[in-house]
């Protein structure tokens, strides 16, 4: 079967590479424009525009899917579209141009989480299990029928990256296996059962830390904001990171307030306390909470103040 990809960012990575070591033929690959990085802001490919350079795959680069890209697609008479992760929206007459549509990897359990950051929102909602799921593609956001689905369970401690590096991995395999069985004409799609949640793009909001909230819902937030948009906090006024966080059973703190407690530094929440791990003040690099704190000029530091 004739097909094209579409994706950006690494996680798109296995599922390129998946489906080119499989029997179909991949007539191009559609990923977003090279972007600044860096401190020099180097204009970079995308990780999957590295990925189809390395495999030998055409690339069209855009950062929509409009009249001009719909144009290239078409005229590589695709059979099927497939997107992980591309960064923008199929709208028509795109989304009928291939024979079989579009299918997506989505790294939900869907309906739960249609949306950009379906992964993030999990974490911070504190769910324990999502999945991958490939579905049809329609005009909807992320409502189309479900070809496949496969559970994942969040290991305790995970971050969003982590979290989305193993999704990446457990749903390439599951996207191939529906692209073998819609060419073969055995793929069931079925309509999604529950009821719908919604996964918007993280804001740097989604990242600031409430210290009078409990130290469970904190902890969900950090995971879910890492490494994008970041934790983070004021101190002293200027912006200050959480970048790792653990539970303690230490007595309480007043919430913001951090304390030495032995070798661990502690933060106080409306419950019990945060072990800071690894933080990183405003203008310095990432570093050992315990080095933050032993270099601190205050001896009642606040956090949020």
């Known amino acids: 079967m004739r097909l094209v990809f579409a994706g950006t960012p690494a996680v798109a990575v296995p599922s390129l590479r998946a489906l080119a070591s499989g029997p179909h033929e991949i007539a191009a690959v559609v990923t ?21 350079d390395e495999l030998g795959l055409p690339v069209i680069k855009a950062d929509r899917l409009d009249a001009d890209a719909t144009d290239r697609i078409a005229a590589l008479a695709p059979e099927l579209g497939v997107i992980v992760a591309y960064g923008g929206l199929v709208r028509e007459p795109l989304l009928s141009t291939p024979a079989h ?25 504190g769910d324990t299990v999502t999945g991958a799921s490939v579905f049809q593609l329609v005009a909807a956001l992320d409502a189309g029928d479900v070809f496949a ?79 994008e948009p970041g934790a983070h906090t004021t101190l002293d006024g200027a912006r200050f990171k959480v970048l790792r966080a653990t539970p303690t059973d230490a007595p309480p703190i007043p919430p913001g307030h951090v304390v030495a407690s032995g070798k661990d530094v502690l933060v106080g929440t409306a419950t019990t306390p945060l072990r800071l791990e690894s933080v990183q003040p405003a203008g310095k690099a990432a570093m050992d909470a315990g080095d933050w704190f032993r270099g601190l000029r205050t001896s009642d530091p606040v956090l949020g103040a």
């Open 149 to 227: 689905e496969e559970r994942y369970e969040i290991p305790g401690g995970a971050t969003a990256a982590d979290a989305l590096d193993d999704l990446a991995d457990l749903g390439a395999p599951l996207l191939a296996r529906v692209v073998d069985g819609i060419a073969e004409g055995t793929a069931v799609a079925t309509p999604q059962q529950g009821e719908a949640t919604l996964a918007p793009k993280l804001t740097f909001e989604d990242g600031a830390l409430d210290f009078a909230r409990d130290a469970q819902s904190l902890l969900h937030r950090i995971a879910g904001v890492t490494p």
């Open 101 to 125: 549509g579009w299918i997506n990897l989505h790294f939900s359990l869907l309906p739960r989480w249609r949306g950009a950051a379906p992964v993030q929102r999990a974490l911070i909602a």
């Open 32 to 52: 977003r424009s090279d972007a600044p990085l860096g401190r020099k802001r180097v204009l970079t490919p995308s990780p999957v525009a590295q990925a189809a």
